[in-house]
């Protein structure tokens, strides 16, 4: 996986853990000491993740695929080629 793919499943995650803790904060209140803690806990990590992605390396562009036909070449485009290789163009070996 790349940089930004590894980026992309915390930043999920993340959401992820932001979300129960605001679960739990329904259940629990949010007088609670813990709560707090873990709510900023969770906000400084949001943080953290948001500075990594903007010092990542930036993600390298995706070459474009140049499709290769299947149909037979023109053989006009090989008339002034030389014969390169073992054999002769009577396909016997010296």
């Known amino acids: 996986m790349s940089v930004h793919d590894e980026l992309t499943a915390v930043q999920r995650s993340l959401d992820d853990l932001v979300r129960s ?12 000491l813990d709560v707090r803690r873990v709510r900023t806990d969770a906000d400084h990590l949001r943080e953290s993740v948001a500075l990594l992605r903007a010092s990542a390396p930036p993600e390298p562009a995706k070459q474009e695929r140049v499709p290769i036909p299947d149909t037979p070449y023109d ?20």
């Open 75 to 94: 053989r006009a485009l090989w008339t002034d080629a030389e014969d390169e290789g073992l054999g002769s163009r009577e396909g016997h070996a010296p």
């Open 21 to 32: 803790v605001g679960r739990l904060e329904q259940h629990v209140g949010t007088d609670s």
